[in-house]
Structures are given as C-alpha cells and as structure tokens.
C-alpha cells in the first residue's frame, strides 16, 4: 500500500483539520497516510518515490507557521534534489489580507525548485468564505486522488 506523509503547517489549528479530513478519502481510495503536525525532514524517508500531502496556513505578512519554519530550513539546506517527492498543496488563509495564501505558494515555489513535482492544483481555502475549512476538502481531494492514481498504476 502507497504512503501519503500529510505535512502540517498551523498557527490555530484549523489546517490540522483540513489534514485530518484527507484521510478518510485517502483511505477509501486505497491509500495509508500519516499526519506530520511538525514535518521534519530527518523523520521522512527521502530515498525512493515519496508522495506529499502539504497542508499549509499562511501566518502574518505572508509567512509560514512556527511548526513550519524548521521543515523549510531543512528544504532549504537540502544539497539533494527532491526528484522523488511528488505532492499536493493544500493552502488556507484570509483573502481580506494582501498576502493570502502565499505561504502555499512559496512552498511550492520551493519544491519545484528543489525537483519536486506538483500534482494537480494548489487548492486554497479561503478562511472568510469557509469558517469550517476542513468542509472544503471534498471539493478538491477527489481530483488530487485521479491524479494519484495516475501516477501510482
């Protein structure tokens, strides 16, 4: 069975409910998956072909959450390429702010450049449309399962 590592970055904990709410669909699909509410790159297995779950709040003027900030540092430093990882972003923030959503974006940035690929859409969640965002998650997770499934059979 393929393993999905859900990587969390949360400042009040909404995000860790987007995450949550993945793995059942996850699950009936057909896939494993465990929620990493503080990534570390010296916990994840890098070597071989690896499938991410990013499930990013954006904080203040545009920034990662603390429990993010280390994860980023450790892609950052990476020497490596992440031509193994493949991924999906699920990004949540405020549209009443300049800066929505952009941690998400930078991340992903990040990993392109870094040699990942993206599978599917970045999926943003805006916060003042969906107080309840982990409600939104069946809109988007189903498409980003098709394209799991592509890449897995």
């Given at each position: 069975?393929?393993?999905?590592?859900?990587?969390?970055?949360?400042?009040?904990?909404?995000?860790?409910?987007?995450?949550?709410?993945?793995?059942?669909?996850?699950?009936?699909?057909?896939?494993?998956?465990?929620?990493?509410?503080?990534?570390?790159?010296?916990?994840?297995?890098?070597?071989?072909?690896?499938?991410?779950?990013?499930?990013?709040?954006?904080?203040?003027?545009?920034?990662?959450?603390?429990?993010?900030?280390?994860?980023?540092?450790?892609?950052?430093?990476?020497?490596?390429?992440?031509?193994?990882?493949?991924?999906?972003?699920?990004?949540?923030?405020?549209?009443?702010?300049?800066?929505?959503?952009?941690?998400?974006?930078?991340?992903?940035?990040?990993?392109?450049?870094?040699g990942a690929t993206?599978?599917?859409?970045?999926?943003?969640?805006?916060?003042?449309?969906?107080?309840?965002?982990?409600?939104?998650?069946?809109?988007?997770?189903?498409?980003?399962?098709?394209?799991?499934?592509?890449?897995?059979?």
């Amino acid at each position: 069975m393929i393993n999905i590592d859900i990587l969390v970055g949360s400042t009040l904990g909404g995000t860790e409910y987007v995450a949550e709410a993945t793995q059942p669909f996850l699950e009936a699909a057909g896939f494993a998956s465990q929620v990493h509410f503080s990534p570390d790159l010296t916990m994840l297995d890098i070597e071989g072909q690896h499938i991410w779950l990013i499930c990013l709040a954006t904080h203040g003027a545009g920034d990662y959450p603390d429990n993010f900030k280390m994860f980023v540092e450790q892609i950052n430093d990476l020497s490596d390429e992440l031509t193994n990882v493949h991924f999906g972003l699920i990004g949540v923030g405020d549209s009443n702010y300049d800066t929505y959503c952009y941690a998400a974006k930078y991340f992903d940035l990040l990993l392109r450049d870094k040699g990942a690929t993206r599978l599917g859409n970045i999926f943003n969640i805006d916060v003042v449309d969906s107080p309840i965002p982990e409600d939104r998650v069946d809109d988007w997770i189903p498409l980003w399962i098709k394209d799991l499934n592509l890449l897995t059979n």
